[in-house]
């Protein structure tokens, strides 16, 4: 597409009249926005032709690349038919084919899918589902109201996903209309909270929960994870055997387990789904960001049959999910999300994921050598690197410091998109990526470390004697595991 206003235009435009997410707006004002105009494949391309890896998978969506033939072909099709109709007593067939394909696809035991807009929303639908069915099941349990998270999780910016979030900085402002919960600490192997370290600790974090649930599972509906990674805590993945832990506790103590998967979900981790790395079927699973392939907003929440039935009634019982969204199963999004998922059987996608996620965990050795590196995770094709100011004492640099931000711009500006959280640096490339993609997003990570740290060094001459020329505690999780 052509754009009639100049990139000068279009910065001043932006500059006037947007407000964007999760950005301080004064900060945004004072420096010219990045405009994108167009991608391919793992590319984007800027409005005055930069080039750009997309390292983020444009906020952790893409799968299969920008501007995808076949994923363009669907939506094309799906648009010569009709762009949008209600779902609320009709239907339509990429709805109905898309809900069979992601049965097919998820862990056994899950038999039916509400579809919402994205992954804020499939995590409500969950949180809705559970109670409601606790109140209206055939033996009612309506007191099991309350639900349990980690302590660091993040399940989206709604009420609910916000009331299930510890994230002080996100969420102080609403408290007052958050809802109660119970937070248990998440196994943050880097830092943990109990000074432990895997396996001799033998997950003594989830030792809190086996006590919660024992003692209070009257009152708890569900407990609610991130499988696998908590994402948006810093990447932070849990030891083998939680997940599973996880589940084998809330089947003893007769609580809902609801697995966000909106991160991990589509081949991130190398499985379809984060659960099947354990065998887990979660009662309930949000599905959302890598649904369509990254190309438009569709979510969906996968219920088991048990949870269903209780909804089932006469009109006059009030057993009906009175739930939906305008858009709910919306065709051009359920077509983009079919097309997504045969690519996955045409491309092997996930076998490619799993050899090229070793490559990568071979290429991240490197990027942990560096100073300021205290820890490096992965988890299939979900990346974090933690930033410190000191790796034997594990000191973080004040957030005020802005460490990841810095490394990020030094990044953009040899052609690399990544988005830190904090002092993490954050790589979660499109799944179709190549080795010579990696290799490249690599050595711009690390020649951007570096930038920052001879500049961050050059302001404190003193300080260099101080680094720690400790070995970096580097995790890696085998995604084949
Ligand atoms: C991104 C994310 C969400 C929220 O999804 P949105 O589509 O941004 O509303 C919820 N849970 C997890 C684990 C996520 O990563």
Same mark, same amino acid.
């Given at each position: 597409m052509k754009y009639s206003n100049s990139a000068k235009h279009l910065a001043r435009f932006d500059h006037q009249y947007v407000w964007h997410p999760f950005t301080q707006m004064k900060e945004w004002g004072q420096a010219s926005p990045l405009i994108i105009t167009r991608g391919q494949g793992p590319y984007l391309y800027d409005i005055d032709g930069r080039r750009y890896l997309d390292g983020t998978s444009s906020i952790w969506v893409n799968i299969h690349g920008h501007r995808n033939g076949e994923i363009n072909r669907a939506i094309r099709q799906q648009l010569n038919q009709v762009a949008h109709t209600t779902f609320l007593g009709l239907s339509n067939p990429p709805a109905i084919l898309l809900a069979r394909e992601l049965i097919r696809l998820a862990p056994t035991g899950l038999s039916r899918v509400f579809y919402s807009d994205d992954g804020s929303t499939a995590m409500e639908v969950a949180l809705k589902m559970a109670l409601q069915y606790w109140r209206q099941r055939r033996t009612p349990r309506p007191k099991k109201k309350k639900f349990v998270h980690l302590s660091l999780a993040y399940h989206g910016d709604t009420v609910g996903g916000m009331s299930l979030s510890g994230m002080e900085l996100f969420h102080k402002p609403f408290r007052p209309i958050l809802f109660s919960t119970h937070q248990i600490d998440p196994p943050y192997c880097y830092r943990c909270p109990l000074h432990f370290t895997f396996p001799s600790c033998q997950m003594a974090c989830i030792d809190p929960l086996e006590q919660l649930l024992r003692k209070d599972h009257h009152h708890i509906a569900a407990v609610v994870i991130e499988p696998l990674v908590q994402a948006v805590a810093g990447m932070i993945p849990s030891p083998p055997g939680y997940l599973r832990r996880i589940r084998e506790l809330c089947t003893t103590y007769d609580v809902l387990l609801i697995a966000d998967e909106v991160a991990t979900g589509f081949g991130r981790t190398g499985k379809m789904f984060a659960c099947e790395h354990e065998d887990v079927t979660p009662d309930l699973m949000a599905v959302a960001k890598g649904l369509t392939g990254g190309y438009v907003p569709l979510a969906a929440t996968l219920a088991t049959e048990e949870i269903f039935q209780a909804f089932l009634g006469d009109y006059a019982e009030r057993k009906t999910f009175f739930h939906?969204?305008?858009? &709910? @199963?919306?065709?051009?999004?359920?077509?983009?999300?079919?097309?997504?998922?045969?690519?996955?059987?045409? $491309?092997?996608?996930? @076998?490619?994921?799993?050899?090229?996620?070793? #490559?990568?965990?071979? =290429?991240?050795? $490197? /990027?942990?050598?560096?100073?300021? #590196? @205290?820890? /490096?995770?992965? +988890?299939?094709?979900?990346?974090?690197?933690?930033?410190?100011? $000191?790796?034997? =004492?594990?000191?973080?640099?004040?957030? &005020?410091?802005r460490m990841g931000h810095h490394v990020s711009m030094e990044a953009r500006r040899r052609g690399l998109?990544?988005?830190?959280?904090?002092?993490?640096?954050?790589?979660?490339?499109?799944? +179709? #990526?190549?080795v010579t993609h990696l290799t490249r997003m690599i050595k711009i990570l690390r020649d951007?470390?570096?930038? /920052?740290?001879?500049?961050?060094?050059? *302001? &404190?001459?003193?300080?260099?004697?101080?680094?720690?020329?400790?070995?970096?505690?580097? *995790?890696?999780i085998n995604p084949k595991r």
């Open positions: 939906g969204h305008s858009y &709910t @199963g919306n065709p051009l999004g359920c077509s983009a999300a079919l097309a997504n998922l045969s690519l996955f059987k045409k $491309d092997r996608t996930l @076998g490619k994921v799993r050899k090229n996620a070793a #490559v990568l965990g071979r =290429l991240l050795r $490197d /990027v942990a050598q560096e100073s300021i #590196v @205290g820890d /490096v995770r992965q +988890c299939g094709f979900m990346v974090g690197i933690e930033l410190v100011k $000191d790796r034997k =004492l594990k000191t973080p640099f004040p957030l &005020t410091q998109l990544i988005r830190p959280i904090g002092n993490v640096l954050v790589l979660m490339p499109p799944l +179709c #990526v190549e951007a470390i570096r930038c /920052v740290e001879r500049k961050r060094l050059a *302001k &404190t001459p003193n300080s260099k004697k101080t680094i720690s020329r400790s070995k970096p505690m580097t *995790k890696i």
